[in-house]
């Protein structure tokens, strides 16, 4: 299968490592930014994509401010949902199919095993309905030409993420308090960019799927990692002492699941992805990219 794709939100963590991944061979990319296109501008959606003409469109543009979705819901709902339904309006008029990213906060996190795609979602939060409506507009797709990729926790070298955010307060701070009750799965931003470069070349059995990397951690163990190899990586100069809280101790806007693990084992068979990218060597070659942009995140 060849043919062009189209990817929202080029400066999202995923578009840009997505853009550095490269398109499989035989297929072109164009990346376009919000002020190329915004998707939540249903004329310019159909302006824009008429001219463009993919044959597949990857949608990483997303309201991603979790707790500020609390305090304005209907923004949250507009680009999350209202705007994938302008993608998919398209892609049914035109033939065009649809890979869509969404969040393991559709979950409420009381399970205690692995969600699967097929799990009932019950979101906590703004964000989390926000999303859930947004894989509901994708639904309307037949199953193939649209699809949607859950994920988890990312993060990369690029924008706004943990592992930037604890690098910064490490080189700041004396000390540093990360909660210790919500388990779930850093997932590297480049790890999801393969799994979507191989969406768009292999045809999707499936609707919905999930995707994140291998290690299953709380936020606290997740701050002790980055912090290991920050130094390794000679981005951090000194240890600081990090202490283990609970959430309730670290009130924020929104509610998050104390465990958001979902099981991957459709998405690794379906697109035969590698086993050996384990989240350690996702998280030390993230760690090194931020220390070659000068070591301060
Ligand atoms: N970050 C996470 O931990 C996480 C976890 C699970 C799932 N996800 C999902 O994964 C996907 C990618 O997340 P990410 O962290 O890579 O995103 P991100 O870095 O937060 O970037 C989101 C991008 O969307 C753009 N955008 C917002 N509204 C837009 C609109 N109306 N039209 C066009 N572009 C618009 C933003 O543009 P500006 O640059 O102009 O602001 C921004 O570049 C999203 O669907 C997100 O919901 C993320």
Same mark, same amino acid.
């Given at each position: 299968? *060849?043919?062009?794709?189209?990817?929202?939100?080029?400066?999202?963590?995923?578009?840009?490592?997505?853009?550095?991944?490269?398109?499989?061979?035989?297929w072109r990319a164009a990346f376009l930014a919000r002020e190329e296109l915004d998707i939540a501008d249903e004329a310019q959606v159909q302006t824009v994509l008429g001219e463009g003409a993919p044959d597949c469109i990857v949608n990483t543009a997303a309201y991603t401010a979790v707790d500020r979705a609390e305090s304005e819901p209907e923004q949250a709902r507009r680009v999350n949902a209202g705007a994938?339904?302008?993608l998919v309006r398209w892609c049914e008029a035109n033939g065009a199919r649809l890979i869509h990213v969404s969040t393991d906060f559709v979950f409420d996190g009381r399970a205690s095993t692995p969600y699967l795609p097929e799990d009932?979602?019950?979101?906590?939060?703004?964000?989390?309905?926000?999303?859930?409506?947004?894989?509901?507009? *994708?639904?309307?797709?037949?199953?193939?030409?649209?699809v949607v990729v859950r994920t988890s926790w990312l993060y990369s070298e690029f924008g706004r993420n943990f592992v930037? *955010?604890?690098?910064?307060?490490?080189?700041?701070?004396?000390?540093?308090?990360?909660?210790n009750d919500q388990i779930g799965c850093p997932t590297s931003a480049h790890s999801l960019a393969v799994l979507i470069w191989r969406m768009v070349l292999l045809p999707p059995k499936s609707g919905l799927y999930h995707w994140r990397d291998g290690g299953v951690m709380s936020w606290y163990e997740f701050a002790l990692e980055i912090q290991k190899w920050g130094q390794a990586a000679g981005v951090l100069q000194n240890t600081i002492p990090i202490r283990p809280i609970a959430s309730a101790d670290y009130? *924020?806007?929104?509610?998050r699941p104390a465990y958001s693990v979902m099981d991957r084992s459709g998405a690794m068979k379906d697109f035969d992805m590698p086993e050996e990218r384990d989240w350690r060597s996702e998280l030390i070659r993230v760690v090194g990219a931020i220390a070659e942009q000068g070591g301060r995140p």
């Open positions: 299968m *060849t043919g062009s794709v189209l990817v929202t939100g080029a400066r999202s963590q995923l578009a840009r490592c997505m853009g550095m991944a490269g398109a499989p061979p035989g994938v339904a302008n009932e979602p019950a979101p906590l939060g703004a964000y989390g309905h926000g999303k859930l409506a947004g894989e509901g507009e *994708t639904g309307k797709l037949p199953a193939g030409q649209g930037r *955010t604890m690098l910064a307060l490490m080189a700041e701070r004396d000390e540093l308090a990360v909660v009130p *924020t806007a929104a509610a």
